[in-house]
């Protein structure tokens, strides 16, 4: 079975500054993990997938994250944030073996001030 | 390219009335997914489809129906709503295992 925690609810960063969103998975099978992103009132728009490749996945608007099989991570990071960054994200973890669902988190908002 | 599109995007419902939330996806995608999404609690999986004609139950199916009678369509059906099923409906779907899974833009259902 797999599963997700976000450590966070809510994440409040100031303009220019890091960005951190904290994900740990629990996973029987080797996993996939995701994150994605969605916008108030919008649907959910993928930012990056590590599917058992380079650890260090690169993804949309800046975003990266690393994947740390010894503490069971994968968080979440940009170095400056943007006020369009404003937005709620979602960890999500699969496993790598047949037809495994889609596990979300219970997802981080983040908040950007100027 | 439409991707997934999801109708209606909002409704309001009485207690007993039943209604149809209807998802279409036009990327040939094997897997379809239902989930809702509430406050707090993420995004959950209330029903699923690995291919045209199956279905599955995920983690919240109860009071829900679904049909795949075309591999393109997804439905999911509230035969009798309660508010309990005051929610954001969001269909999804994706070509298999590990694979990015495309979004709907929701249904904002409301049950009364």
């Known amino acids: 079975a797999q599963s997700v925690t976000q450590l966070d609810s809510h994440v409040s960063v100031s303009e220019g500054t890091p960005v951190l969103l904290r994900c740990n998975y629990s996973s029987s099978y080797s996993p996939s993990l995701f994150w994605y992103v969605q916008h108030p009132n919008k649907g959910l728009q993928l930012l990056l997938k590590?599917?058992?490749?380079?650890?260090l996945v690169k993804g949309i608007n800046g975003f990266e994250a690393e994947f740390k099989k010894s503490e069971t991570s994968f968080h979440l990071t940009k170095p400056s944030a943007h006020m369009s960054d404003a937005a709620e994200y979602f960890c999500?973890?699969?496993?790598?073996?047949?037809?495994?669902?889609?596990?979300f988190g219970t997802g981080t908002r983040l908040l950007v001030s100027p | 390219n439409a991707g997934v599109t999801q109708t209606p995007k909002f409704r309001v419902l009485k207690t007993g009335q039943s209604m149809t939330l209807l998802c279409a996806q036009d990327?040939?995608?094997?897997?379809m997914y239902w989930y809702r999404q509430d406050p707090g609690m993420g995004l959950r999986l209330i029903h699923y489809?690995?291919?045209?004609?199956?279905?599955a139950k995920g983690e919240v199916p109860d009071g829900y129906n679904v049909s795949r009678l075309k591999k393109q369509n997804f439905l999911l059906g509230l035969e009798s709503a309660a508010p309990s099923q005051t929610s954001v409906y969001f269909c999804a779907s994706n070509q298999g295992m590990n694979t990015e899974a495309f979004f709907g833009q929701g249904t904002r259902l409301t049950v009364v």
């Open positions: 990327m040939n995608h094997e897997y």
């Open positions: 489809s690995v291919g045209e004609g199956t279905t």
């Open positions: 590590y599917t058992s490749a380079a650890t």
């Open positions: 999500v973890v699969s496993a790598n073996t047949g037809f495994q669902k889609l596990v």
